[in-house]
């Protein structure tokens, strides 16, 4: 049984904030102590922290506890990130929902980056993520530098002094964290879907919903840039086949939509258009949709 045992706001600057940033954590303190660090140091606007955390045996419930700027949902058992986004969903006080995987340390400059784009779009009907860098780039929207593989090993300041001078466009197909969304699309589409729980595959089901509604503007900022040690947690669980949910419920791959609906990765060029999928991938996906139902979630 899923139990969500406590749901905390006492941050003093909830009222005031320009972000909610939503970080679920699993028994990973020293990755979390730095991710909010990180955000306490380097934010250029003042946000409200909610932390959604899973089993905290490690010590991390008593430590978020004694953060008196941090707001906390909480639940015994390991719930993964659907459930844990959407507990945590009920203390936002803002009016945009960041997800920030704990294992993510922001650079400065991060969010007034995202704040800019979203006073120039103008408008709720956006989907942003900000660019990663990682020890080895695990896809076209990240860039490849080694800062360290853990808090024990971080080189820092060399981060802080070199991560604005990597090169690298703005670019299509947000859908990872970090990602901002407007709390009103958030809850249009209903947030994260917990048939995907633990979590595999539920980023791009979440971008897809969002382009079910509607949203064409996916892009991914450059110059809001993160440091993402790089799926802390993800190798600990037994993981969902979120592969095969992905098709059963949207009738193509996830990579025929990141590819062709919203070509992440490849040079923002504004508003996406209606994708031409070849006859080739069609068929494809009707094959794959066939072997999907042989498999369950």
């Given at each position: 049984?899923?139990?969500?045992?406590?749901?905390v706001?006492?941050?003093?600057?909830a009222?005031?904030?320009?972000?909610?940033i939503?970080?679920?954590?699993?028994?990973?303190?020293?990755?979390?102590?730095?991710?909010?660090?990180?955000?306490?140091?380097?934010?250029?606007?003042?946000?409200?922290?909610?932390?959604?955390?899973?089993?905290?045996?490690?010590?991390?419930?008593?430590?978020?506890?004694q953060?008196?700027?941090?707001?906390?949902?909480?639940?015994?058992?390991?719930?993964?990130?659907?459930?844990?986004?959407?507990?945590?969903?009920?203390?936002?006080?803002?009016?945009?929902?960041?997800?920030?995987?704990?294992d993510?340390?922001?650079c400065?400059?991060?969010?007034?980056?995202?704040?800019?784009?979203?006073?120039?779009?103008?408008?709720?009907?956006?989907?942003?993520?900000?660019?990663?860098?990682?020890p080895?780039?695990s896809?076209?929207?990240?860039?490849?530098?080694?800062?360290?593989?853990?808090?024990?090993?971080?080189?820092e300041?060399?981060?802080?002094?070199?991560?604005?001078?990597?090169?690298?466009?703005d670019?299509?197909?947000?859908?990872?964290?970090?990602?901002?969304?407007?709390r009103?699309?958030?809850?249009?589409?209903?947030?994260?879907?917990?048939?995907?729980?633990?979590?595999?595959?539920?980023?791009?089901?979440f971008?897809?919903?969002?382009?079910?509604?509607?949203?064409?503007?996916?892009?991914?900022?450059?110059?809001?840039?993160?440091?993402?040690?790089?799926?802390?947690?993800?190798?600990?669980?037994?993981?969902?086949?979120g592969?095969?949910?992905?098709?059963?419920?949207?009738?193509?791959?996830?990579?025929?939509?990141t590819?062709?609906?919203?070509?992440?990765?490849?040079?923002?060029?504004?508003?996406?258009?209606?994708?031409?999928?070849?006859?080739?991938?069609?068929?494809?996906?009707?094959?794959?949709?066939?072997?999907?139902?042989?498999?369950?979630?």
């Amino acid at each position: 049984m899923i139990q969500i045992q406590e749901h905390v706001i006492r941050s003093a600057v909830a009222t005031s904030a320009r972000f909610s940033i939503l970080i679920p954590t699993w028994n990973n303190l020293p990755y979390l102590q730095l991710c909010i660090a990180a955000i306490r140091r380097h934010s250029s606007f003042r946000h409200q922290i909610i932390v959604h955390i899973n089993e905290g045996r490690d010590g991390s419930l008593e430590w978020v506890k004694q953060q008196k700027d941090i707001d906390y949902t909480y639940s015994p058992q390991n719930v993964g990130v659907c459930y844990a986004l959407n507990a945590a969903r009920r203390l936002v006080q803002t009016d945009y929902i960041v997800y920030l995987n704990d294992d993510m340390y922001v650079c400065p400059e991060w969010d007034a980056v995202l704040w800019q784009e979203i006073q120039q779009i103008g408008h709720p009907y956006f989907f942003l993520s900000a660019t990663a860098i990682e020890p080895v780039a695990s896809s076209p929207c990240a860039i490849e530098a080694n800062f360290g593989s853990s808090p024990n090993d971080f080189q820092e300041e060399t981060l802080l002094s070199t991560c604005h001078q990597f090169e690298k466009a703005d670019w299509w197909g947000a859908t990872w964290p970090p990602n901002i969304v407007h709390r009103d699309i958030w809850d249009l589409v209903g947030g994260y879907s917990i048939e995907f729980s633990p979590g595999m595959y539920s980023d791009p089901d979440f971008s897809m919903k969002l382009w079910q509604a509607g949203i064409r503007y996916f892009k991914g900022l450059s110059a809001s840039r993160v440091y993402h040690f790089g799926s802390k947690s993800t190798g600990r669980i037994r993981k969902n086949k979120g592969y095969y949910t992905f098709i059963r419920k949207w009738g193509m791959t996830s990579s025929t939509f990141t590819r062709y609906y919203l070509r992440r990765g490849e040079p923002f060029k504004g508003v996406l258009q209606d994708p031409h999928i070849p006859a080739a991938i069609q068929w494809k996906n009707m094959w794959k949709k066939m072997l999907a139902s042989w498999y369950k979630a």
